[in-house]
């Protein structure tokens, strides 16, 4: 029974210890998803890596755009479009509700495959999103 008792008192600590603090969360998921990359995600988009800066709370997603869509005149020509879209996605994002519960900045950045220059930037924080 003494055992009993002192394992209903020590168990909840373990559980306490051995849980990540949301920005180690976050840091360890953007390590796993980035360790499968790239990965395709349509026709001339790849995304490369993610990573999570705990100090800015932001969440970068980096990708690369080939072929058709590797072609700065239209990235500019589309700004606004891929900026609203992006806006709603974020907003309208299951996938992503633990980030916005805790205010995370998701940024998503662009580069082209055949310049290797950052083609676009969107950082979607809480103001646009909430």
Known sequence: MKKIILLAAILPFCFISCQESREKT???LAKEYTSRCPVIMGEGIRIDSMKYNAKTNTN???YT???KIDNPDSIQ???EYMESS????????????????FSTTIEYIYYSESS??????IAVGPKLYK
């Open 26 to 28: 976050f840091e360890r």
């Open 116 to 121: 290797k220059k950052e083609l676009y930037r």
């Open 86 to 101: 992006m806006i709603a996605a974020v907003r309208n994002s299951v996938d992503l509700r633990d980030y916005k519960d």
């Open 60 to 62: 970068s997603n980096y």
């Open 77 to 79: 020509k589309n700004k």
């Open 65 to 67: 755009l080939s072929g």
